[in-house]
């Protein structure tokens, strides 16, 4: 048999073509394709018609070896996915009875009757190997036809990710052929994108005419530049020896602004070393309105070592519940280092923490003056121990870039505080 080397993603949704839902199931299989050597070579947005579907079917199959279709698998009549598939690959459907009792079990641990509608999720196409689904009523759906495939996902990612990895990924590798691609994360703290690319041309550019090649692609967020690297081939070890050092060889060119090179975010690598230093850390926040607690929080078991933080938004709340003098407000005003720094002192001391962190800044549209303009952030760091670090930085950008970009900056002064 031909072996299956390329794909296509139809991301099924009425709702995916306006304004509010996107489409990230694709991102996501893509990821997973790639590291098992598939090439996404199109993909698209359909929304509910059997007709749109069908002809997005037909299309795909003509140009590739696996069409993945991700939704509309629900109980509704606008759930048309399954039609649509077997349509196209001219399959009649049967009622799965294994399936429709599997359905009511499902609904009667939960205390329900399940509703009649809920009997199309039982419908399959002949041939079909049906993909069980531990999180949701939707099956999903494989079907070979001649040397392509066709697999039918549920569209909740939550149902979608588990059902790959169990009942797809597997199948799917075992007919791709040989080649894979590895991939590796290098991620870079508070460093324009250009100053990246400055340093680390020089050394990745060799490295795509060297065997095994290793592409390197830079992608910027507010606050963080990402290198990712990557090389395909046969033989896994000798390409992740290849990134390795590849790899370390660009993360000691590009220095202290590396955080990691494992795929790690910001948030985990700060709460790793805290642990590691049996340090707890409060935070006093004021542009960023709790979004670095969000961050903090965003890992589980946090509570190990953050013991809280305030969002001290008006001048009222820095003094009353963070105790900056009314005094170094007046004088210097909100947005100073002397009142970040008097916020870190404060919620150290008062939520009962080993460090402080402050953040203090316009982030716009309004508020900024011409020796404070829109964007000026002032962080400080009170501890561990007898260790302060207070800074002033000027960040471009539009409201929402000026507070993620200040969630890095904060995060990074407490990974280098805690070096
Ligand atoms: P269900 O049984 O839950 O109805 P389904 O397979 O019919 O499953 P849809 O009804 O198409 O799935 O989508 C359900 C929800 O899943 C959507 O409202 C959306 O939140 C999410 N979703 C669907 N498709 C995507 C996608 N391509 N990317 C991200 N989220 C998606």
């Not at 299309?59 to 109980?75: A, K």
């Not at 170094?328 to 008097?342: F, H, Q, R």
């Amino acid at each position: 048999m031909r072996p299956i080397a390329s794909a296509g993603i139809v991301a099924v949704g009425t709702e995916l073509l306006t304004p509010h839902r996107i489409d990230t199931n694709s991102l996501y299989l893509t990821a997973q394709l790639n590291e098992i050597g598939i090439d996404v070579r199109s993909k698209c947005v359909v929304g509910d018609g059997v007709a749109d579907l069908e002809s997005a079917i037909r299309h795909l199959l003509d140009q590739v070896d696996v069409v993945l279709l991700t939704g509309g698998l629900g109980p509704t009549a606008d759930d048309l996915t399954r039609e649509a598939a077997a349509a196209v690959l001219g399959r009649t459907m049967h009622e799965d009875a294994a399936l429709v009792d599997q359905l009511r079990q499902r609904f009667a641990a939960r205390g329900f009757a399940m509703p009649e509608i809920n009997r199309r999720q039982a419908q399959v196409p002949e041939h079909a190997i049906v993909l069980p689904n531990a999180h949701g009523s939707a099956p999903g759906l494989w079907l070979d036809h001649d040397e392509r495939v066709v697999v039918l996902l549920p569209g909740p990612p939550r149902e979608l990710q588990p059902m790959f990895e169990a009942s797809v990924r597997g199948r799917l590798a075992a007919r791709a052929g040989a080649r894979v691609l590895r991939r590796r994360v290098i991620k870079i703290a508070g460093q324009p994108e250009s100053r990246v690319d400055e340093v680390a041309a020089p050394i990745y550019e060799p490295l795509l005419r060297q065997t095994p090649s290793i592409e390197t692609t830079i992608l910027a967020s507010p606050g963080q530049v990402e290198l990712h690297v990557s090389a395909r081939g046969t033989k896994t070890d000798e390409l992740d020896a290849a990134l390795e050092q590849a790899v370390q060889a660009l993360a000691r060119a590009l220095g202290a602004s590396v955080f990691s090179t494992d795929g790690r975010a910001i948030e985990r690598v700060v709460g790793e070393r805290l642990r590691e230093r049996g340090l707890r850390i409060a935070l006093a926040e004021s542009c960023t309105g709790g979004m670095i607690a969000a961050r903090l929080t965003d890992t589980p078991g946090s509570s190990a070592y953050l013991t809280g933080g305030v969002v001290a938004y008006s001048n009222e709340v820095k003094h009353r519940q963070l105790g900056v003098a009314p005094e170094t407000l007046n004088a210097l005003g909100a947005v100073s280092e002397a009142v970040a720094s008097a916020m870190a002192e404060g919620v150290r001391e008062r939520l009962r923490a080993d460090i402080g962190l402050a953040v203090t800044g316009i982030a716009g549209p309004d508020g900024g003056t011409p020796e404070k303009p829109v964007g000026t952030v002032c962080f400080a760091v009170a501890g561990p121990g007898t260790y302060r670090e207070t800074v002033t930085r000027r960040v471009p950008g539009d409201r929402d870039v000026i507070r993620q970009w200040s969630v890095m900056v904060a995060l990074d002064l407490v990974r280098r505080a805690l070096r």
